[in-house]
């Protein structure tokens, strides 16, 4: 499967944000997707994931009730709806899949930025 993650972009402290992550393939529903991010100097970190039937969805403490993780299977799009940004959410995000039953991540997307200004 191949990611493609969009929405990124320069947003004041407070406000909302849209990530997408659009897959290709006729398999998308047999993925368990991830959303990781990555700030300047700092290592990749887990922001929360979705089951590949949209049912579980599991979130960093720092983002919970902040941001939300739904998909579309038909659309083969998975989102990041993120609220009430923080500057300290300010780094590349990446999209991630891995197929169901399997512990790594395999298949990465190739990210897009989030700056939250002060």
């Known amino acids: 499967v191949q990611l493609q993650a969009s929405g990124g972009g320069l947003v004041q402290a407070g406000g909302s944000l849209r990530l997408s992550c659009a897959a290709s393939?006729?398999?998308?529903?047999?993925?368990?997707m991830g959303w990781f991010r990555q700030a300047p100097g700092k290592g990749r970190e887990f922001v929360g994931g979705i089951s590949w039937s949209g049912v579980h969805t599991y979130y960093r403490d720092s983002v919970k009730g902040r941001f939300t993780i739904s998909r579309d299977n038909a659309k083969n799009t998975v989102y990041l709806q993120m609220r009430s940004l923080k500057p300290e959410d300010t780094a590349g995000y990446y999209c991630a899949a891995r197929l169901k039953g399997e512990p790594a991540y395999d298949y990465w997307g190739q990210g897009t930025q989030v700056t939250v200004s002060s």
């Open positions: 393939g006729r398999t998308f529903s047999s993925y368990d």
